[in-house]
């Protein structure tokens, strides 16, 4: 092999290794766009004096995160019905009355929820807890 084709190869080999990694640390894969799976750092704070300590409204001795299931989200309102969006694929999927906190003030004013990403694992659109914007 000539200094040229050693040369673009060792180009290649860097941009290709450099793009994966990259991939990999975003939470991207198979070609789609995911977000991450953890806590920006704005919001770590926020995780460690609210998610943190957040139990589920219909089973009190259960958590509602796990380090990356709760996150700040948009909501729709159909009738007396909450929609959520999640943050994987940016669906609105129903909020059970059961999962909305009534017992804990929201430390941000936005909405929040904790959610598994769509997966085989847990039942389709499934929400462990919901809060609401503002206090409530």
């Known amino acids: 092999m000539n200094t040229r084709c050693k040369l673009v190869s060792a180009i290649c080999f860097c941009c290709l290794t450099s793009m994966g990694a990259l991939a990999q640390e975003s939470g991207e894969g198979g070609g789609a766009a995911v977000p991450p799976r953890h ?47 999640r943050r994987e694929d940016g669906k609105f999927i129903l909020v059970p009355p059961e999962k909305v906190e009534h017992n804990r003030d929201n430390p941000d004013g936005r909405n929040h929820l904790c959610a598994p990403p769509p997966s085989g694992y847990n039942p389709v659109d499934t929400v462990f807890c919901f809060a609401l914007g503002g206090a409530t």
């Open 39 to 85: 806590h920006p750092p704005q919001d770590r704070m926020l995780h460690e004096k609210f998610y943190s300590t957040w139990h589920m409204p219909d089973h009190p001795n259960q958590s509602c995160c796990n380090m990356a299931d709760c996150y700040p989200t948009e909501i729709k309102s159909v009738g007396d019905q909450i929609y959520a969006r």
